[in-house]
């Protein structure tokens, strides 16, 4: 009798929600098969890809890239009499073109490694082009530039490239690499998408099976005793099934040599039919990106995902708002920082009002808190011409990473009475803004004498820590036992 497969319930902080693109994941096994036949037929295959004029960061032959990797979700050609149209649709969900994925992927060519970042579709964060707050994936109707925007202003991360695939290739591309085998240990269903696995053991996903399975919303096992189990975890469940149907299906499309003409010849046509990408995007850098990727095997490939906590906006939406402290980490690697570099989530902010300006102290620690800062408290201090930092012996750290975080000068001072990595800021009326990505090298002037206006000693912070993708979010199909292989 098969074992229930595992159930992980959501955990309140730092939980890893890996929505693990599956558009994502159609491009780069597009693109396997593509560098398995040659630059030639590279070449040939990305000049009928669609090109979009986007402003975007610049960066070097040999440097980091960070590709925005998007999953349209076009609606408008769907049959809603197709029997399988609610795998696409969804229950209740209205027509038109909109981001279902939003992935960032990193690739450093020197190091040989890939990492990805998934965004939460239902995250709440201000739009770009008009300041307000709304669902990230809002953006995208609004204008790809705006995305773009949008996530290089609240996330502080570059965007270097861009690149879209269309839902419409997904079945196309399952087709063409002859469906993607899972090994289920349980019976499972989505009566909401159209899943029906109907016994345990290896199946092979067709098309229409696999976009349920991987749009899964609803999913739902069955138990020794033969009742249906919930997953419960809705849209926040659907990253660990995204996350393993990729990688068994790039481990099925590097298993597909060339001499396939037909198999190959189908792929290219999906990736011609459904991929567009930037105009910045040249033949041989897809061609080193493909032929990196394939030298990678899926398990070899990072992935992280925000956190995030619930949130009901006033009008009575449910959305999900950043975990500001936890995910600063995260961004670091998609800044290029060094995860041994002190995190803005590790360090805690008193921040004091020495200019005597109406709610300053306020808005600084709301700046400070968008940086990912831990804001402990405010007040008000004496009045300062100079902005000034304290700190405790050993967290010297910490003072310049807020220092470099301001855009004007400030003075750090040592003050034995605070805690490890908690910091005092009095502003000055050399005070002027928050910056919300620190610079690389720090213009302030330290000195040893204790601050006048340095706050009580409070309980030292917790220094907050990254991990990589290791976390499962809801239901997910078990290993398949000991001498089976799907």
């Known amino acids: ?275 567009t990408i930037d105009q910045t995007i040249d033949r041989r850098q897809l061609y080193n990106l493909v032929q990196g990727f394939k030298e990678l095997t899926p398990a070899e490939i990072d992935s992280y995902s925000l956190p995030v906590k619930n949130h009901t906006t006033a009008g009575g939406a449910s959305v999900l708002l950043l975990d500001q402290a936890a995910a600063q980490p995260i961004l670091d690697v998609f800044r290029g920082k060094d995860p041994a570099e002190l995190a803005e989530g590790s360090v805690t902010v008193d921040v004091l009002n020495g200019t005597g300006t109406a709610g300053q102290a306020r808005d600084v620690r709301t700046a400070l808190t968008a940086v990912g800062f831990d804001v402990a408290s405010t007040g008000n201090a004496s009045t300062a011409t100079q902005t000034t930092i304290s700190y405790a012996p050993g967290s010297e750290a910490a003072a310049d990473l807020l220092a470099r975080h301001l855009t004007g000068p400030s003075v750090l001072v040592t003050n034995p009475k605070l805690g490890a990595n908690h910091l005092s800021l009095v502003t000055g009326t050399d005070f002027t803004t928050v910056m919300q990505t620190a610079r690389t090298t720090t213009t302030t002037t330290t000195t040893t004498a204790p601050s006048p206006n340095s706050a009580s000693t409070p309980a030292d912070s917790v220094p907050s820590s990254t991990t990589t993708s290791t976390t499962v979010v809801g239901i997910t199909p078990g290993q398949a036992p000991p001498g089976v292989n799907c």
Not at 31 to 51: E, N, S
Not at 222 to 243: M, N
């Open 1 to 275: 009798m098969a074992t229930a497969p595992r159930h992980f319930a959501r955990r309140s902080s730092r939980t890893w929600l890996q929505r693990l693109a599956i558009i994502a994941g159609a491009f780069l096994t597009v693109a396997c098969i593509a560098a398995a036949a040659g630059i030639g037929y590279v070449f040939w295959v990305t000049g009928q890809f669609g090109r979009y004029n986007l402003a975007l960061d610049v960066a070097g032959n040999k440097e980091p890239r960070n590709y925005l990797v998007i999953g349209s979700d076009s609606r408008e050609n769907v049959d809603r009499n197709d029997p399988n149209a609610g795998a696409i649709l969804g229950p209740g969900e209205p027509g038109g073109k909109r981001s279902d994925t939003i992935l960032l992927v990193r690739v450093d060519p020197v190091a040989g490694t890939v990492t990805m970042l998934s965004f939460p579709r239902d995250l709440w964060i201000p739009i770009a082009d008009s300041g307000q707050n709304d669902r990230i994936n809002s953006a995208y109707g609004r204008g790809r530039q705006v995305l773009v925007d949008t996530i290089r202003k609240d996330f502080g991360v570059e965007i270097n490239n861009y690149i879209e695939v269309d839902f419409s290739g997904f079945k196309g591309l399952v087709d063409a690499i002859g469906g993607v085998p899972m090994y289920f240990d349980a019976p499972m269903r989505d009566t909401h998408t159209g899943l029906d696995i109907e016994t345990p053991g290896c199946v092979t996903l067709d098309p229409d099976q696999a976009l349920a399975f991987a749009r899964s919303r609803y999913l739902e096992f069955k138990d020794s005793k033969g009742r249906w189990i919930e997953d419960g975890t809705a849209d926040l469940g659907r990253i660990t099934p995204q996350q393993l149907f990729v990688r068994k299906a790039m481990s099925k499309a590097f298993s597909i040599g060339i001499t396939d003409l037909p198999t190959f010849t189908r792929l290219l046509n999906v990736a011609a039919d459904s991929v």
